[in-house]
Each structure stands twice: as structure tokens, then as C-alpha cells.
């Protein structure tokens, strides 16, 4: 008999065998693979994945009877040859090629097609005869192609492209598939406790509804009766209206202040509930919100529904760990009804290779996503990701909400000669789910945008505080805000805060609690903030006025929504003033966006009319052009005379989201941080649990900077997991006010003293 799983120490008997968790994995991944109609192609991926371990010097190596021969023999390429010599042409042999690809990247992950390491040099390999019995106990009858149409884009050029994400969603049915059916044989092994499965959304969605309901009838009886809040609940009326039309591209252009969060997540029960879709995802651009959030999801559904996924401590590129561990690990695969993730979590696993970052795809299939500040992604990778956005809506039965204030201009020209977005989405207007964006637009006009005439010093800005007792001041660097708030704090003004990515989440979530009650109208209070644009995206707090350094257009509209929120100052009064620094350099890309916004600004009387907005985003585009898929990520895959190539693992290497990388520092100063660094060390907390549980007292600080402090002995690093875990270990560098100050890493450090 051969084998898939043993344990070492226990008879055979009692291992895993070969066939048995083939048999498993292919049936897990049809059923996987059944929302996007790969079925066949998954099992198939299944049944061969672990072809190789039927060679008899694997099941020697299984046995221990090849000391020092390290991994044992390659047990990947067996497969993924075998099913290309199935299906050596026709229509089925692209398909076949796409499950060569998921078979042989199972364990290493998704390889290029060509090149060193590709998937043609590793078919080359020499590879020691099978046992006959593996075709006894498998069967060779075996059909691919795809149960259901496959609509290819209207260029013909994206059709590589296409079959990439197609491969791409096998590869994660059968990883997940792969992972689920081993974790399920260790606990059963083991005789440990299985983890709670997740609730299916259809059968939950009743219920998730009624606790929606009831949660907005309360905010209806709580909410002052005036325009804004009588609005605000006609927007959600009018957005759950339309959850009935067919799953597909979506569009929310309310401005800010209209209650988008909700209004989207209405809207997603209800369309989801209808056309029986699978789950809701929500994608965040920013860290700094995606807890807010993901509490506010949990307050409306329960706590036992929401997953939330972002930890910036990834505890895969650790060390080696237990079974259990990995066990426990493998659970990543956004199983939940709900999911709250980020943007960069979203994106970058769309085009990733790893298998631990891939096996949660599939789950994106028959789901509603919702991008919240959809206009941030990135311009770099905006083409590509407009294209997997496009192919998930396409042809796997997902529904994508594009949901801002400032909606991009993505949508593909219908007419000659109007400017467009190139492969854009085809978007009619009834997708809009808001009523009529121009008419919101005027009822929510909230603030007097002005631009200040002259460059503003820093004693500039300080002085027309000085006038306020509340007010608010955006730049857009964190050196910026932390240079003004001490220059602040130095000419005495009362109430000042300095909020930026500085201060850890748990920090940053109190300072905003103490901003909002001496903002509260019962009993007002000075406050004066200085802060970083994280301040712009979803942070709900209602200052009488607000200074924002020059940037994008879309930007400033943020800014804007933090002015008046509430519509309880007359419009003339709630003044937004743009204005040029004096004392900081503008950061090139944004000095690029506020040239785009120069350009155009002269043709509209009214900056935040969609129209205006829409302008924008077209002169921002036609000014990056190719720039917009700056990597060529798009043309890196290829067809020719039906011989695939296609540059999985390099496009992976090079996609990312946030270009500055950035690493982790935990900072200890609270309790729960403490606890979970001890219980780390001690051996008593998972590393994956204990990077969730210090996500809210973390900075991320600039790499060369983390250097810096690394070098001079400021970090200290917990036992047993490399430089996976970097912990602050000079606390002078850090309050909570100014947060953590990096730039003094060249002080030398001995045993948290400063030498």
C-alpha cells in the first residue's frame, strides 16, 4: 500500500493512504471548482496532485528507509506530466496546461511557464517509474473540459490573461482542498477537537438581514429628524431597492457623509440573499480603518460571523512549526459568511503564487465585493487589477460594488472619441446603486471650499488655529504632522492631537475616542488635530473647519467630508482650505495629483460635482497612460498556437499594492501586547494567533529605519522565530502622542538605555 500521511512512531495501519486522500481532494475540489464551472478540471488537479508519491522510493522515504536523502524524491511533476500526456491537443489542452500548472506548484506554488525554475524545465526532470496500481486505484477515464460558458472579454488580446485567473482558481481549489483534507486527518489522527466550521450565508442570511433591520431601526429612533439623516436613510432604501438586478459590476456614488458603509452592506445581504451568492467581502485601502469597520460589522451581525484578515505580521515566513500549528494556520481560507480584509490582502492574493496565499480565491467565486474608496487603489497597478476585477465579475459569478464619494473614472468609452478607460469595465447606467449622484451631491453640499492665495508656513497654520478653538490641519507626511503638532504644542494652543501611522492602532483608536467628545455638541471642548491622511478615509468625527495641504482631487473631497459632517453649521461658515506648504516638500506623487487637479479645475465652477470628479480621474489616467500597469503585468501572459506562457511566480515577485515597504514593531507599552509576547515565548500562543493578537500595537516603520534601529540595539527580537517578531526595546522612543520616532535610530542603545 502507499501512502499519503504517516505518523511517525504508530503503525501503518494507521496512516494515511494514497488513494484515500486523492479520492478526498478530488472530491473537494470539484465541489470547490462547481460555482465557476472548473469541477472537472479541479478533480482531476485532486486526483493527480500527489501522483508521484505512487513512486516506490517516495514510499521507502515515507518509511524512513532513506536516511539523509532530505525532502525525498520531487512527487509534483508526476501528475502534471501524466495530464498533459492525457490531453495532448484540442480544446481540452489549454485547460490541461492550467492543471499541469495548480499540480506541479501544489507544494512550491505557481511557477512561470518558461524560464529557469518554469513549469517546461521541471517537466524535463527525470523522474523514477510509478507502481502500475496507482492506475487500479484511480482510474484513467478522465474528461476535462469546462462545464459551463466561458465568456471571453471583447479583447481578444486578454484571453491569456483570462485563462491565467482560470488557472489561478484551480490551483486554490485544489491547495485548499489539499490543506483541508491533511488538517482533517492530523485532528482525526490526533483525536483533537475539529475547529468550528463557519456558517453558510444562505442559511444565516434571514437572521444577518433581521439584525440589519433592526440595527438601522435603532439608529433611526437615535438620530436627530433633520435633512441629513432623512436623506441617509432614502439612500438605503433606494440602494436595497436595486439588489434584484443580476450579480455583476456595481457602482455607489454617494458623497461623504451619506451612510455608504451601511448602505453597501444592506445591499450586499439582500443581493446576496437573492441570487444566493456565498459571501460578503468588504476590501478596506487602509489598515487604519479596517477595525473600525470590522466593529461596526460585528455590532450590526454579531461577533460570530465577521473574519477579519489583515495582520501585518505574517506568521507563514516564520519558522518551522508543529503540525497543529500549521493545522490551525491552514484555516486562512476566508471560509466566513463575512470577511473585512484590506485592499492589498485582496489584490496581492489575486496575483500571488504561494499556495498559503492563493487557497482563499476560490472563495471569492459567487461573492459580493464590496471596494470601499474604491478610487485608491493604486495607479501603478490599476489596469491589472481593473482586469481582475473585470474576470471575477465575468466569469465567476462574483458581484463587485465600487463604492466612494469620488467615483474613478474606470468605466470603457462606448463612443468614438470620448476618452475612456482602456479595458475598463462596461458599465450601464441602472448599475449606479445610488439615486441620482448629481442631486446627492447638491443636497449633501456641506462646506465652502477655498484655496489659499499664498503658501502657508507652518507659523501660518498655527496661527489661523490659534483662531479656532476646533479645527483640523491634513499633510501629507508623517514628518509633517509630527514637525507642526511639536511647533503646535510649543506656542501653547490648547486641545492639540497628533493623529498618524506612527501611533499603533490601540493608540490611534483612543486618541480618536478623546477627539470625538470634545467635538461632541453637548459639551464642546478645544481640540486642534494635526494629522496624516488616515484621518480622511472613514473616520467619522465632524470638525467646524479643516486645512489640507494641496493634493489630489480626491483627497481633498475626503478632507472635506470630515467639515460639517453632520450639517449642523451653516455652509458658509464650514470653510476647507486647500493650501501649498511652505515648510514641507509636497511627495511627488501627490504633487502629480494636484497638477492633474490644476489642469482641470478651471472648466467646472463646483470641484465636487461628479462630473468634476469624473474629469479628474480621465486626466489622471490619460496623464500615466501605460503607467497604469506599469510592470506590464497583463502582457506577461501569453498564448501561442495553443502553447501557454504564463509568468505566474515573476508577476507575483513584482505586484505589490504599497511600493515604500514597510516592516512591523510591535511596541509593549499596554497589557494585552505584554501578554501576548510572553505567551509567544512561552510557547503557550500559536504564532499566527499571537500576530493577531498584537496587530492593534504595532508601527510600520520604513525599512531602512527598522534597520537603523535593529543596528543599534532599539529592537529586540522573541527567541525561536528570527526577525519575524521585532519588538521595541528603547521606550523612549515612543508615546503615545508623538508616537514612535524612528528617525532617532542612530542613538545607540544598551539594554533599553540610551547611551
Not at 460589522?297 to 500549521?326: M, P, Q, Y
Request: aromatic share 6%; glycine share 8%; net charge negative.
Amino acid at each position: 500500500m502507499f501512502f499519503a500521511h504517516s505518523l511517525p512512531g504508530e503503525p501503518e495501519e494507521r496512516w494515511q493512504p494514497l488513494a484515500e486522500h486523492l479520492l478526498q481532494v478530488s472530491r473537494l475540489a470539484a465541489k470547490f471548482a462547481r460555482p465557476f464551472g472548473a469541477s472537472r478540471a479541479a478533480a482531476l488537479a485532486g486526483l493527480l496532485h500527489d501522483l508521484g508519491k505512487y513512486n516506490p522510493q517516495f514510499l521507502a522515504y515515507i518509511r524512513g528507509d532513506r536516511p539523509g536523502q532530505g525532502k525525498g524524491p520531487d512527487h509534483s511533476i508526476a501528475g502534471a506530466r501524466e495530464i498533459l500526456t492525457a490531453f495532448p491537443s484540442g480544446s481540452d489542452r489549454l485547460i490541461a496546461q492550467l492543471v499541469a500548472h495548480a499540480i506541479a506548484g501544489h507544494h512550491a506554488g505557481l511557477a512561470d511557464g518558461e524560464g529557469v525554475g518554469g513549469l517546461a524545465e521541471r517537466l524535463k526532470k527525470e523522474l523514477d517509474p510509478l507502481d502500475p496500481a496507482w492506475q487500479e486505484e484511480l482510474g484513467t477515464a478522465w474528461t476535462l473540459g469546462l462545464e459551463q460558458a466561458f465568456c471571453p472579454h471583447r479583447e481578444r488580446a486578454r484571453l491569456p490573461f483570462q485563462l491565467s485567473v482560470l488557472g489561478r482558481m484551480i490551483f486554490s481549489c485544489l491547495v485548499d482542498a489539499d490543506f483541508l483534507d491533511t488538517e482533517a486527518f492530523f485532528k482525526t489522527a490526533a483525536d483533537l477537537t475539529p475547529d468550528r466550521d463557519w456558517p453558510r450565508l444562505a442559511e444565516i442570511n434571514p437572521h444577518l438581514t433581521a439584525q440589519f433591520d433592526a440595527h438601522m431601526a435603532r439608529k433611526q429612533v437615535d438620530a436627530r429628524p433633520n435633512e441629513l439623516n432623512g436623506l441617509r436613510a432614502d439612500i438605503l432604501t433606494h440602494v436595497r431597492a436595486k439588489a434584484s438586478l443580476p450579480p455583476g459590476l456595481f457602482t455607489l456614488n454617494v458623497p461623504t457623509g451619506g451612510g455608504k458603509t451601511l448602505a453597501s452592506l444592506g445591499f450586499a445581504l439582500n443581493h446576496a440573499r437573492i441570487h444566493g451568492l456565498s459571501r460578503i467581502i468588504y476590501a478596506i485601502p487602509f489598515t487604519s480603518v479596517i477595525e473600525q469597520t470590522a466593529s461596526i460589522f460585528r455590532e450590526v451581525l454579531g461577533e460570530d460571523v465577521v473574519l477579519e484578515h489583515h495582520s501585518a505580521i505574517d506568521a507563514e515566513d516564520g519558522k518551522e512549526r508543529s503540525s497543529r500549528d500549521k493545522m490551525r494556520l491552514a484555516m486562512e481560507n476566508w471560509a466566513a459568511p463575512v470577511v473585512v480584509t484590506t485592499n492589498v490582502q485582496l489584490f496581492e492574493s489575486l496575483f500571488a503564487a504561494r499556495p498559503s496565499r492563493c487557497r482563499k480565491l476560490h472563495n471569492l467565486a459567487g461573492a459580493v465585493i464590496v471596494l470601499d474608496e474604491a478610487q485608491t487603489i493604486p495607479l501603478h497597478v490599476l489596469r491589472p487589477c481593473v482586469a481582475m476585477l473585470d474576470e471575477l465579475a465575468r466569469n465567476y459569478g462574483a458581484t463587485i460594488v465600487l463604492c466612494t464619494a469620488t467615483q474613478p473614472a474606470l468605466g470603457a468609452s462606448s463612443r468614438p472619441g470620448v476618452r475612456g478607460f482602456d479595458g475598463g469595465f462596461e458599465l450601464s447606467p441602472e448599475r449606479e446603486l445610488a439615486p441620482d449622484p448629481e442631486g446627492l451631491h447638491r443636497r449633501l453640499t456641506r462646506v465652502t471650499l477655498q484655496r489659499a492665495s499664498d503658501a502657508m508656513s507652518d507659523a501660518d497654520l498655527i496661527g489661523e488655529l490659534a483662531g479656532h478653538e476646533q479645527g483640523l490641519v491634513i499633510v501629507n507626511s508623517r514628518s509633517h504632522a509630527l514637525s507642526l503638532y511639536r511647533e503646535a504644542m510649543a506656542a501653547g494652543l490648547a486641545g492639540l492631537v497628533h493623529l498618524s501611522t506612527r501611533q499603533t492602532a490601540s493608540d490611534r483608536q483612543a486618541l480618536l475616542a478623546e477627539v470625538r467628545l470634545r467635538l461632541a455638541p453637548q459639551d464642546p471642548r478645544p481640540c486642534r488635530l494635526i494629522a496624516t491622511s488616515l484621518v480622511e478615509a472613514g473616520v467619522d468625527i465632524d470638525f467646524p473647519r479643516v486645512w489640507r495641504a494641496e493634493a489630489g482631487l480626491d483627497q481633498i473631497v475626503q478632507a472635506a467630508g470630515r467639515c460639517n459632517r453632520e450639517g449642523r453649521r451653516p455652509v458658509a461658515d464650514s470653510i476647507v482650505t486647500v493650501f501649498r506648504p511652505a515648510d514641507a516638500s509636497t511627495p511627488r506623487e501627490i504633487a502629480g495629483f494636484a497638477s492633474a487637479l490644476a489642469a482641470m479645475a478651471g472648466g467646472h465652477d463646483d470641484l465636487f460635482s461628479p462630473a468634476a470628479i469624473a474629469a479628474y480621474f480621465e486626466e489622471v489616467y490619460w496623464r500615466k497612460g501605460e503607467a497604469l500597469d506599469r510592470d506590464k503585468v497583463l502582457s506577461r501572459f501569453r498564448e501561442s498556437a495553443g502553447t501557454l506562457d504564463l509568468a505566474y511566480r515573476s508577476v507575483a515577485e513584482s505586484f505589490r499594492l504599497i511600493e515604500e515597504r514597510m516592516a512591523p514593531v510591535i511596541v509593549p507599552r499596554e497589557e494585552e501586547a505584554k501578554a501576548a509576547l510572553a505567551a509567544l515565548a512561552a510557547e503557550r500562543m500559536p504564532p499566527g494567533a499571537a500576530a493577531r493578537a498584537l496587530q492593534r500595537h504595532l508601527v510600520q516603520v520604513p525599512r531602512p529605519d527598522c534597520d537603523r534601529l535593529k543596528t543599534n540595539g532599539h529592537l529586540s527580537f522573541v527567541e525561536g522565530f528570527g526577525d519575524q517578531f521585532a519588538v521595541l526595546a528603547t521606550p523612549q522612543f515612543y508615546t503615545r502622542e508623538t508616537g514612535l520616532e524612528w528617525e532617532r535610530g542612530d542613538e545607540l542603545s544598551l539594554d533599553g538605555y540610551i547611551l
